[in-house]
């Protein structure tokens, strides 16, 4: 017997032309003799065993000189039968696919993965899926191996804070201000607050505007007002239009909570969920004004607000909360175009991340070098849209982790949903764990040993076309729950707009620094040349003449001259100082006219 273990087998007893099972089921051990009339190979077999250190090996060696085992053996029911059954759950557990979820707080989230079939794993494990519900530290997406995906898109965060939202899209507006009139108007505060007053004082009345914390959440810090010297100059805010007349729904204002799942950013692939949430304010809308301008629950369509409402009514259908089959079932009674209005949202959500699509795949390029064919990264967005009554929807915001909270039987059907097919749509197998490690241990040796060769362009695209097959195939057959808005057979009408934006990326970024430097370089060049030039051409310093210049006895005189140039009385004058004063004498005598005048004596005098 083996050292390790008390390993077993089933002698088969066989005769010339015969082949019969031994019907005593005892097993026999490996060092038993065993008689020559029985078996007459035992010196060999003993050999073969000897040589055997683990379960595999003998479950494929011993097996093979003896070709008649008995039909429990064989069919796997004995003894080596249950370990060659416990050797595949073993092979199978270690197949199972890992996901980190030490950075995520939602229930929901841990359900869907563990029926999905991931295994929940810590940092320092091999695990798949990294997913998290706060902002990713730089250092954490790029250590990721090439087998492994992230929930978040590095530069994700220029469209998911209102203040970074606001100056996209308004810059976008000054380009197409028709086709990316797609939001409030919005200023950023305090830099702003010139073009703010400049567009309220072109409005007839004043206009009622409302105030958001650039970076805040969940209806914190918002208020409405009209008169802006209520708000201090100094404070951080986002200040928006407030739409007055939006459409209603049984007399309450509301606005759309849209999924969108995000899986590839070069190119860019865009999803929409079929399901989300129709957020109802608690209080029936009515305008403005100042007496009811400080009634959240009825301006204010945020869930975390309105949940506290007394009047807040849990149902799916009329309710604070309802889905989007009900929300499309009363606009079609009020004689909306329903199909123009998903239309037209799909279109703001495309524009929207068209505006930061370089910066998205700028980052995602720096940061995932070697990440040639598959995507490392997905992202569920939550887009806020609210309707006006011309049926135009109108971005608010974009949240970067939309809440999976299930406090509601339609919030747990819709959000897990959601996560799941997700799951489903990202094809988290489509790359082999073990291919990626040896294509990166080979890499690694040849930058360390070799020359860097060139890239080949044609195995990149090639590789490239292959996986967009697969993907697309893939997508086609786990595409139930979502929608592809982006590519679409309209995509040339968005070509102007990436062209545009990819232009403008490129002015305000890499071009920015190099045009900086190179006007304070050229400045100081101005400068020291017009300085040289000043001093080159200046004329030379006369002494001041005529009535205002100071005389030698003047006060102040002294101070007026130069160190290095001070006139000879001056120095004469010091000199004097140091001789022994002469005996008094009798002065001459002058004329009577200059004995009274009041001028001081001068030195040509005094000499």
């Known amino acids: 017997h083996s050292s390790k273990k008390n390993l077993q087998l089933y002698i088969i007893m066989t005769t010339p032309g015969t082949c019969q099972q031994d019907n005593d089921d005892d097993s026999v051990d490996v060092g038993e003799k065993v008689t020559e009339q029985n078996y007459t190979q035992q010196d060999e077999t003993e050999k073969i065993i000897q040589s055997i250190s683990d379960d595999s090996a003998i479950s494929d060696t011993v097996r093979s000189p003896i070709s008649c085992a008995p039909s429990d053996v064989l069919s796997g029911d004995g003894e080596d039968g249950g370990e060659s059954e416990k050797k595949k759950r073993k092979k199978k557990k270690q197949q199972q696919l890992g996901i980190n979820l030490t950075n995520c707080k939602y229930d929901s989230v841990h359900r869907v993965c563990r029926r999905f079939g991931l295994k929940e794993m810590a940092d320092e494990d091999d695990w798949v899926v990294f997913w998290t519900d706060v902002s990713v530290a730089m250092e954490r997406v790029m250590s990721l191996k090439r087998y492994q995906k992230i929930n978040h898109f590095p530069g994700m965060i220029e469209i998911c804070r209102k203040d970074m939202l606001a100056r996209n899209i308004t810059r976008m507006m000054r380009l197409f201000p028709k086709e990316y009139y797609i939001t409030p108007k919005s200023w950023c505060l305090p830099s702003e607050w010139a073009q703010l007053h400049d567009y309220l004082r072109g409005k007839k009345g004043n206009k009622y505007l409302i105030f958001k914390p650039e970076a805040g959440c969940q ?50 692939r865009v999803f929409t969920y079929y399901e989300g949430l129709g957020r109802f304010c608690t209080q029936e809308y009515k305008d403005p004004t100042g007496h009811n301008q400080e009634e959240v629950y009825m301006h204010l369509t945020n869930y975390a607000i309105n949940k506290h409402s007394k009047d807040f009514i849990q149902n799916d259908m009329t309710g604070s909360k309802r889905r989007f089959v009900s929300v499309n079932a009363s606009l079609k009674e009020a004689g909306y175009d329903v199909d123009q ?30 990440h040639t064919v598959t995507s490392a990264c997905f992202e569920i967005l939550g887009f806020d849209i609210l309707i006006d ?22 919030d747990k059907d819709i959000k897990e949903g959601l996560l799941y097919e997700t799951l489903n749509l990202i094809d988290l197998g489509s790359c082999d764990k073990r291919k990626c490690q040896e294509e990166e241990r080979k890499r690694v040796l040849e930058r360390l040993f070799t020359k860097r060769a060139p890239k080949d362009r044609k195995e990149e695209e090639i590789a490239m076309a292959n996986y967009m097959e697969h993907l697309i195939i893939h997508e086609k057959k786990y595409m139930k729950g979502f929608k592809l808005i982006y590519p679409n057979e309209n995509e040339e009408k968005y070509s102007k707009f990436f062209e545009q934006s990819a232009s ?45 210049a100071l005389k030698p006895e003047s006060p102040g005189h002294e101070k007026s001259e130069t160190k290095t140039a001070k006139p000879i009385f001056t120095l004469y004058d010091k000199y004097k100082k140091t001789l022994v004063p002469p005996p008094p004498s009798q002065p001459p005598s002058l004329p009577e006219g200059e004995r009274n005048s009041s001028r001081p004596m001068s030195i040509a005098d005094d000499g």
């Open 219 to 268: 209806g914190k810090g918002i208020f409405i007002t009209k008169n802006i010297k209520e708000v201090k100059t100094t404070e951080r805010y986002i200040c928006q239009e407030y739409i007055q007349r939006p459409i209603l729904i049984d007399n309450y204002k509301f606005d759309l909570r849209i999924y969108v799942l995000i899986t590839s950013c070069d190119p860019l």
């Open 341 to 370: 209005l998903w239309i037209d949202t799909e279109d703001v959500i495309i524009k929207t991340l068209i505006s930061i699509h370089p910066i998205l795949k700028h980052n995602y390029r720096s940061c995932f070098a070697h």
């Open 389 to 410: 009554r011309k049926l135009r929807p109108l971005l608010l915001e974009v949240n970067h982790s939309p809440s999976f909270h299930t406090d509601a039987p339609m």
């Open 504 to 548: 403008l990326f490129g002015e305000t970024t890499a071009s920015r620094a190099r045009q900086e430097a190179a006007k304070n370089q050229r400045v100081e060049l101005e400068a020291k040349q017009k300085q040289y030039d000043e001093f080159k051409h200046a004329p030379a310093k006369k002494p001041p003449s005529g009535p205002k």
